[in-house]
């Protein structure tokens, strides 16, 4: 079983910027793909980012359309860590956002074909 622990999810002013961090310690896969999706209340769980690993320090990434540009993907081998760098953060990114892994690459942005999901880290953009 792989756990998945998000953190870094505040309140934060428009504009400002924040960095959310997900962990899965342990044994994960050969090749396999980390990410972040968000859902806000009484909306869809919507794709954000994913970066794929498969050995190396690179791994190939993809983003959704209303974060390109603002937000950024990044990993750390150790633990298995990914980041996600959101700046000029707008009202309407406030969600829970929840960090997820596959067990295969480039990770599909339809939520229903993740393996593996964190429990969520809210982020509150106020105007």
Known sequence: QVQL???????????????????????????????????APGKEREFIAAIDW???SGGSTY?????????TISRENPNNTVFLQMNSLKPEDTAVYYCALNRRLSMSPNPNFVDYWGQGTQVTVSS
Not at 8 to 33: D, E, K, M, N, W
């Open 5 to 39: 622990k998000e953190s870094g999810g505040r309140l934060v002013q428009a504009g400002g910027s924040l960095r959310l961090t997900c962990i899965a310690p342990g044994r994960t896969f050969s090749s396999y793909s980390m990410g972040w999706f968000r859902q």
């Open 54 to 56: 498969s050995g190396g």
């Open 63 to 71: 983003y959704g359309d209303s974060v390109k540009g603002r937000f």
